[in-house]
C-alpha cells in the first residue's frame, strides 16, 4: 500500500486541551494536505503546506513539515467539541494525492 | 456555490449485482476523481479524470470496475458483478489545478453493502 502513517490512530482528550497528530509519507511531494472527515461526511480541507516551507498557521492549526524525515505533524490549540472528527494528512505528488491512514480525535466537553 | 453531490448516499445489494455511483462535481472543476474508502481507512484513488479524459486509472480494478465522464462534467462509477470485499464508501471529488493549488472538494459519498 502507498499509504502514509499516522499516529496516533485514536486520540481522546478533554475540551480546551491541545491535540496533536502525526503523519509520514512515503513518495517525494509537492506539499502535503490535512483534511477533516466527520462521521459520515466527506472530508474537508483544512491546510495545505508546500515542500518548501516547516511551518504554517490557519486560526487554531499549526502544521510542520519535515522534508528530511517525510513527516508532518497538525496541532489542533484550545479544541472544541466540535473538534471530534478524523483527521488525514495527503502527501500531493504530480496532482495525486496518497493518504494516510488517518487519527480519530475525539473532544469530551 | 453548490458543492460536489454524488448519489445515492447509501446502496444495499446482493454479490454478484451490478451497481452504479453518480457524482456531480463543483461548477468550473476539471478535474474528478473516484476514491475508495474501507473502514477505518484512508480514501485510495481509483480514477482520475482530467475534463473527459482518464488520466490515472492505475488502481481501478478494471475487470470489474469502469467509470465515465461524458462532456467532461458528470461522472457515473459501476461495478458488475460486485463482490462481498466492494463494500466501502465511495468518494467523489473534483478540483481546478489552474487556480495554482490542488486542493481536493469532496462529496458526502456513497456507502456501498455488498451481501
Known amino acids: 500500500s502507498q499509504q502514509g502513517e499516522e499516529d496516533p490512530q485514536a486520540l481522546s482528550i478533554q475540551e480546551g486541551e491541545n491535540a496533536t497528530m502525526n503523519c509520514s509519507y512515503k513518495?517525494?511531494?509537492?506539499?502535503l494536505q490535512w483534511y477533516r472527515q466527520n462521521s459520515g461526511r466527506g472530508l474537508v480541507h483544512l491546510i495545505l503546506?508546500?515542500?518548501?516551507?516547516r511551518e504554517k498557521h490557519s486560526g487554531r492549526l499549526r502544521v510542520t513539515l519535515d522534508t528530511s524525515k517525510k513527516s508532518s505533524s497538525l496541532l489542533i490549540t484550545a479544541s472544541r467539541a466540535a473538534d471530534t472528527a478524523s483527521y488525514f494528512c495527503a502527501a500531493s505528488n504530480t496532482g495525486k494525492l496518497i493518504f494516510g491512514q488517518g487519527t480519530t480525535l475525539q473532544v469530551k466537553p | 456555490e453548490a458543492g460536489v453531490v454524488q448519489s445515492p448516499r447509501y446502496k444495499i445489494i446482493e454479490k454478484k449485482q451490478p451497481v452504479a455511483f453518480w457524482c456531480n462535481p463543483i461548477?468550473?472543476?476539471?478535474?474528478l476523481y473516484w476514491y475508495r474508502q474501507n473502514l477505518g481507512q484512508g480514501p485510495e484513488l481509483l480514477i482520475r479524470?482530467?475534463?473527459?479524459?482518464?488520466?490515472?486509472d492505475s488502481q481501478l480494478p478494471k475487470d470489474r470496475f469502469s467509470a465515465e465522464r461524458l462532456k467532461g462534467v458528470d461522472s457515473t462509477l459501476k461495478i458488475q458483478p460486485a463482490e462481498l470485499g466492494d463494500s466501502a464508501v465511495y468518494l467523489c471529488a473534483s478540483s481546478l489545478p489552474s487556480l495554482g493549488t490542488d486542493t481536493q472538494y469532496f462529496g458526502p459519498g456513497t456507502r456501498l453493502t455488498v451481501l
Open positions: 461548477s468550473g472543476h476539471n478535474t
Open positions: 503546506i508546500r515542500s518548501n516551507e
Open positions: 479524470y482530467e475534463n473527459e479524459e482518464a488520466v490515472d
Open positions: 513518495t517525494s511531494i509537492n506539499n
